[in-house]
């Protein structure tokens, strides 16, 4: 099916793809003088009076903002704010089916630091949450890290730990099928954005023995490599990656276990692959094409092989983690998303798949158990 043209005739047609709906009618004086004049003031006051009970008496206690500005987006690049609203409106899309949450898509016409936290800042109190969704690294790490300190609502980047949380999932199940200790294992990173820094941080937080090498697009990550972004010298110094090794993505991946690919297509071979240890895992997510074409991974030795993409077994999709994480947050008033948070949710969608194989580590995007299942250990 020609998915492209199918998108454009149907985005053309329904002009988007949400809308916002009424929870009561508003057919009568009566209701409209409940609903609004006068009734309205009465719960203004109420809440002016005690603040608390705006989450009982707002949409806040279900409601998320889904933020972009834009720089980003998808394998599309910095396509800025208005481009990115399809994208905005298909994550809102999730949320609402999902786990029932409202989300508004909102775009910023702004790629500075200060000014997007500034916004989100302001708007802050109309939400119970914000999702930050296809800002650039490293800036988004910043971003976050700021707004997380200053609000006192659920923040999360998906980008990168929605990402993070579904290949640690992935990688449970994984382990199993290629009877591997991850203590034991070096793992090779290859991207070093914002999924990438955010998968290597909490899959050392899951197992702080576990050897990682990072790779960008100038090779390993290294302590004699020169003008490395704030964000790549916090993994050598503050999570300890290995940092003594140099060469490109082949000389790393060389005796390595398992391989993440979240950066750009066919950049592994089959030579590459064979120079890995038994039974290697290789989790080649980019999209739309992958690092390695699932087929050649296999015939190369792979025992488990996962991508981003629905047409191939093991779909790593965010929408696996993001909507559980905040239907919980939401209904357990956390106002912060931790590390434990985010480990409790990957080994609960693990833990969905009771007999894992090579090509069923993960469940489905659309497996009616994840949402209350995640939701239960965000507390």
């Not at 998108?7 to 949400?18: E, F, M, V």
């Not at 382990?175 to 820094?197: E, H, Q, R, S």
Request: hydrophobic content about 40%; glycine content about 8%; charged content about 25%.
């Amino acid at each position: 099916m020609n998915y492209k043209k199918r998108a454009l005739d149907k985005h053309r047609k329904l002009r988007g793809k949400i809308s916002v709906e009424l929870k009561d009618n508003l057919d009568t004086l009566d209701q409209l003088s409940t609903y609004y004049t006068p009734g309205v003031g009465s719960v203004s006051k109420h809440i002016a009076e005690n603040p608390e009970s705006a989450r009982d008496l707002t949409w806040i206690n279900n409601s998320v903002a889904v933020i972009s500005d834009g720089s980003s987006v998808l394998g599309l690049g910095n396509i800025g704010p208005q481009a990115s609203l399809p994208v905005m409106e298909g994550k809102c899309m999730l949320f609402k089916k999902f786990a029932g949450i409202d989300a508004v898509p909102i775009v910023l016409k702004s790629q500075s630091i200060k000014r997007i936290e500034k916004t989100i800042k302001q708007i802050a109190p109309s939400f119970g949450g914000i999702n930050l969704e296809d800002i650039a690294a490293p800036k988004c790490f910043e971003i976050e890290n700021n707004l997380k300190d200053q609000l006192d609502i659920p923040i999360m980047h998906d980008d990168q730990h929605g990402t993070a949380v579904v290949v640690l999932a992935g990688l449970i199940n994984a382990l199993k099928i290629g009877n591997k200790d991850l203590a034991k294992c070096t793992v090779v990173v290859n991207g070093v954005g914002a999924a990438g820094v955010a998968i290597i941080k909490l899959i050392k937080k899951y197992e702080p023995k576990v050897k990682i090498i990072a790779v960008d697009s100038k090779g390993i990550i290294s302590e004699k490599r020169k003008h490395l972004d704030f964000s790549k010298k916090y993994l050598l110094d503050k999570h300890k990656i290995i940092g003594n090794k140099q060469g490109g993505l082949a000389e790393a991946m060389d005796k390595s276990d398992i391989f993440i690919g979240v950066s750009r297509a066919d950049v592994v071979d089959q030579a590459m692959v064979r120079s890995m240890n038994k039974d290697p895992i290789i989790f080649a997510m980019a999209n739309p094409d992958p690092e390695i074409h699932p087929d050649e991974a296999k015939k190369a030795g792979a025992c488990v092989i996962a991508t981003g993409r629905s047409d191939f077994p093991n779909q790593v999709n965010n929408a696996l983690a993001f909507p559980g994480i905040f239907r919980g947050a939401l209904d357990n008033h956390v106002n912060r998303i931790t590390n434990k948070h985010k480990i409790e949710a990957a080994k609960t969608i693990a833990g969905l798949i009771k007999k894992p194989t090579a090509d069923h580590i993960i469940p489905s995007v659309l497996d009616e158990r994840l949402v209350p299942a995640i939701a239960k250990v965000i507390i």
